[in-house]
Nanobody
Framework: EVQLVESGGGLVQPGGSLRLSCAAS????????MNWYRQAPGKGLEWVSG????????RYRDSVKGRFTISRDNAKNTLYLEMNSLKIEDTAMYYC?????RGQGTQVTVSL
């Protein structure tokens, strides 16, 4: 059974930082491209970032380039998203994703 468990969200002021984690199980994590998605209140799901199996290829949506860094630890079956210089518009539920599977998400709220 595929399981994805996100953690690390919270409330932070603009300009702050958070590190999200996603613990994966039930599939061969090291052989799989992984993604982060997010969904803001009242909006649709949007792709945020993706990483290749060996971490050699990272991709980001334009609005987070230079602020977010995706990484993975294949030995720990864990995906990460380091988020710096957070903006109010980054407020959303964040999900890790594999082949259509998503976890329950972790809430990120950026507010004064």
């Amino acid at each position: 059974e595929v399981q994805l468990v996100e953690s690390g969200g919270g409330l932070v002021q603009p300009g702050g930082s958070l590190r999200l984690s996603c613990a994966a199980s039930g599939f061969t994590f090291a052989s799989t491209w992984m993604n982060w998605y997010r969904q803001a209140p009242g909006k649709g799901l949007e792709w945020v970032s993706g990483i290749s199996t060996s971490s050699g290829n990272h991709r980001y949506r334009d609005s987070v380039k230079g602020r977010f860094t995706i990484s993975r630890d294949n030995a720990k079956n864990t995906l990460y998203l380091e988020m710096n210089s957070l903006k109010i518009e980054d407020t959303a539920m964040y999900y890790c994703e594999y082949s259509g599977y998503r976890g329950q998400g972790t809430q990120v709220t950026v507010s004064l």
